[in-house]
């Protein structure tokens, strides 16, 4: 009998518990995420606080700012704040209360807000001719500026630079951010940050963004070669395979050394590579989807963005011009 | 009167719920650490969450060829038929995840930790790039 009335109580209760504390949730945000780059204004950021940096961009339209913060600009500022797993309503609120720190003259930050909602509240406020011929409506001149950013913020997103790369704040992320993980896994939340063990490992351009090989050369770890036996020694064979390849790309050489020091000769004799030369065609093509180097190259270690790893012997180019020469 | 506020409850509930749901399911690209394997041969069907191997973890342990030669793993994500009764056998995973080497199977969430229907993947690879351009639907 009770029991409805409890719970309206209780959901009503949250309901107005979570609109009280908007703003606590909004400088909590700030605090732990966007302080990074808006207190001291990185990358050219709006400060905190800082009514010049932020009124062309609130005269813009709080909507076009909450597009900002919740996807990213090229300008740099990273999809909400590179924590992705933030809720959009705790991103808006960061905004709202980043905006309303910086004390705008009272009415600007004001008659935007309602922007979204209502357009036609905005007409009543504004009480400009312009304001019916824009959506943005300009008020004063310094927001014709911002309105050409609102507008091409969009187009801009699809030409943003590197759009296809992963930012540095995406990398590495902790499990429970990853994107993989689910974050309402208890476990998802015992596992190690990758991070937190990449410290002291030498740095690398791709894939994990440690150079694992060099890892091993310089002792900064020591991963075991068999499974019971910390002593085990691996039965490396220093010896490299030279592959000569079409054009003027560097020839490959392959090195046994750094491949025996993690592998057995069983993981690619002769299932992958043939032990006998010429007796394997080997392309960029099959490598890129996932056949012979592509088996471990572009899955577990350095991709194929690493031309120069392998490409690594400089051709004779004496030799090759000289077919070039006698042909003139 | 009592049944407005119980329809008003129900709402509220359900909004309070969307809320929640919107918090916790985060529909966004995948993007877990270069390498780790997500399998999913049977987690899904059985209820589980699907498992993620972080290939980093291991490789700072042990050497490839400890999983890849000794124990028989194939260089292919979800194509070793690992199930919890080989696990528990010694067999795959369970050659070290035994309470000795390293910890044991009772900490199910530990490796059943990727999101529900994830697919079966080695994350971040070259092949998958290749198939799922950025901004295609990931099903």
Partial sequence: MNIPKTIA???????????????????????????????????????????????????????????????????????????????????????????????????????????????????????KPEAKVAVIAPVVPPSEAATALA??????????????????????????????HDPANDGTHALQPPLTAFGSLPKSLAGNRVNWVEAIAQKKINPRYDRNDPKAEPIVMDLNIVREVKGSMPDVVYPHKQHTEWLDCSNCHPAIFIPQKGANQISMAAILLGEKCGVCHGKVAFPVSECRNCHSKKKDMAKVAIPAEAGK | MKKLSKLRAGFLAGLIMTIFAAFFVDINDARAEYGDVVINNYSDGAGMRPVVFPHWFHRMRFRCKVCHADLGFKFKAGGNEINMVKIIDGQFCGACHNGEIAWSVENCNLCHSAKPNTPTQVHESTVQKLAQPTGASKK
């Fill in chain 1, 151 to 180: 507008t091409t913020a969009s187009a801009a997103d699809a030409n943003s630079f590197n759009r296809l790369l992963k930012p540095a704040n995406k990398r590495n992320l902790p499990p429970p951010e990853d994107g993989i």
């Fill in chain 1, 9 to 127: 109580l209780l959901a009503s209760l949250l309901a107005i518990s979570t609109q009280i504390h908007a703003d606590a949730v909004g400088k909590d945000v700030y605090s732990k995420v966007c302080v990074t780059c808006h207190a001291t204004g990185l990358a050219g950021s709006p400060r905190f606080g800082q009514a010049a940096d932020w009124a062309p961009r609130v005269a813009g339209g709080m909507a076009g700012l909450y597009q900002s913060a919740l996807n990213g600009t090229p300008k740099g500022m990273p999809a909400k704040g590179g924590h992705i797993t933030l809720a959009d309503a705790d991103v808006k609120a960061a905004v709202d209360y980043m905006v309303a720190a910086a004390k705008l003259p009272k009415s600007e930050p004001e008659a935007r807000k309602e922007e979204p909602k209502k357009a036609e509240a905005k007409k009543e406020e504004v009480k």
